[in-house]
């Protein structure tokens, strides 16, 4: 488990959970103590057993409906209150299961004091999105060290990248991002590493697993 404090905000990270070594996250407003769960992946215990006494958790939030990220769906949904949000592209995912409210582009989920800001990143999945908290970027399986999320065509690649470059590039260079898997980074570092992606010759059908410096 990692633990963020600046003032504002509280994060838990609580990674390697299930076997595709996912990251869980609860982000809490210490002023009020209420708090959001992002992403719902195996061994939620993990992350359950984490969350400190006299915390509130008021919602549960999906960055993408892979199977990973929403394993114990049903379960962090009871925890949350049947309080539930994913994108309405990636709904479909959750079946049989309904999402209990969707995650638009704009959107603004209160968390006590604290606004969390709802970023569509379609590229890795049609209705992926990012979540920001101040200078808190929660990126899913959008963006990590290094490079974009795994895209399955050509054209799926071209999309994150648009996402990446067209959203999350705009936010200041010292936005922490937190990954669903791995370890964290921040805006700027992942713009160096692009530059140095964008100085290079690439095919026309790119995809699959890019890494910015070994592509």
Known sequence: MRFYYDREVQIIKVAGMSSSNNNGYVLICPDTNEAVVIDAPGEYEKLVDQIPNGISVK????????????????QMRVVTGHMAGIHELDEINLS????DFYLSAG??????????????????TKGAVCLLAGKHLFSGDTLFPGGPG????SGNFNQIIYSITNQLFELPDDT??????????????????????????HSDDICGEVQWLNS
Do not use: M, W
């Open 96 to 99: 049989p299961l309904r999402a």
């Open 150 to 153: 795994y895209t399955a065509t």
């Open 107 to 124: 959107d603004i989920i209160k968390v006590g004091n604290i606004d969390l800001k709802v970023f569509h990143t379609p590229g890795h």
């Open 176 to 201: 922490n991002v937190y990954p669903g898997h791995g370890a964290d980074t921040h805006i700027g570092q992942c713009k160096k590493e692009y530059a140095i992606f964008t100085g290079k010759t």
């Open 59 to 74: 919602n549960l939030l999906i960055t993408h409906g892979h199977r990973d990220h929403i394993a114990s769906y049903e």
